[in-house]
């Protein structure tokens, strides 16, 4: 190995976990579903109605 590298095992026995600053809790299952269809450019006349049946939480 070159000078200067870490190998992969050296940095799972440090306790690095690669996390960064946001590296926070997951979000909720389902969490962003409404926003994420929004942003593909559906409309809550469109929305409404899959939460209504549960096709979406």
Same mark, same amino acid.
Do not use: C, F, Q, Y
């Given at each position: ?13 440090? !306790? ?7 590296s926070?809790?997951?979000?909720? =299952?389902? +969490? ?8 593909? !450019? ?12 549960? =096709?979406? +939480?």
């Open positions: 190995m070159r000078p200067g590298r870490t190998s992969r095992s050296s940095a799972r026995r440090s !306790g690095s976990t690669g996390g960064g600053p946001n926070g809790p997951a979000p909720e =299952a389902a +969490a962003h579903t409404e926003e994420v269809l929004l942003e593909l !450019g559906h409309d809550w006349t469109e929305i409404g109605p899959l939460k209504g049946v549960g =096709a979406i +939480a």
